[in-house]
């Protein structure tokens, strides 16, 4: 069983900038797709940006120019950089991978993290 594991969430005023980082432990075939999504009171979950194993990103219209996703392969890791954030922004990140495992590697399974708030308030 792969965890995701997030770290980085908090408080920031607006105009600040945060990092969030997302680790994947256990058994892992391959990691594929991984990226952010997020969920604010009384909204649904969505996505925020993905990057593929290969470095190809996609961006939700309201964080381009402000959010960097990026990942270590290495290091089974994905990150959200994000700058110039607004009190919209604020919300649980969810980190989110496609994840094969060596047991069974032709299925793809999607593996959620536990979710870290992040707060934009002054």
């Known amino acids: 069983q792969v965890q995701l594991v997030e770290s980085g969430g908090g408080l920031v005023q607006p105009g600040g900038s945060l990092r969030l980082s997302c680790a994947a432990s256990g058994s892992i075939f391959s990691l594929n797709a991984m990226g952010w999504y997020r969920q604010a009171p009384g909204k649904e979950r969505e996505l925020v940006a993905t990057?593929?194993?290969?470095?190809?990103?996609n961006y939700e219209d309201s964080v381009k120019g402000r959010f960097t996703v990026s990942r270590d392969n290495a290091k089974n890791s994905v990150y959200l950089q994000m700058n110039s954030l607004k009190p919209e922004d604020t919300a649980v990140y969810y980190c989110?991978?496609?994840?094969?495992?060596?047991?069974?590697?032709?299925?793809?399974?999607?593996?959620w993290g536990q979710g870290t708030l992040v707060t934009v308030s002054s």
């Open positions: 990057v593929t194993s290969g470095g190809r990103t």
């Open positions: 989110n991978a496609d994840v094969q495992y060596p047991t069974n590697w032709r299925r793809h399974v999607e593996v």
